[in-house]
């Protein structure tokens, strides 16, 4: 059985906690900044933990994480 391989490009973006849950950062902080208020980018900065819905695909595209 050849070894599983990890989707680079999603384990650049997600990160486990030590519950097990797999954490991301929030989109549109890039650019485009000037028209965004101050409390918009603020919250931007923060991580969330992905969804539920997701999780089951990610684990399968990152099976080392």
Not at 18 to 35: M, P, V
């Amino acid at each position: 059985m050849p070894k599983m391989k990890t989707s680079k490009a999603a384990a650049k973006r997600f990160k486990v906690t030590g519950t097990g849950k797999l954490k991301r950062s929030k989109a549109y902080k890039q650019h485009i900044l000037t028209k965004k208020s101050a409390k918009t980018k603020r919250n931007l900065r923060k991580s969330v933990v992905t969804d539920s819905t997701n999780v089951k695909n990610m684990k399968k595209i990152l099976p080392y994480l």
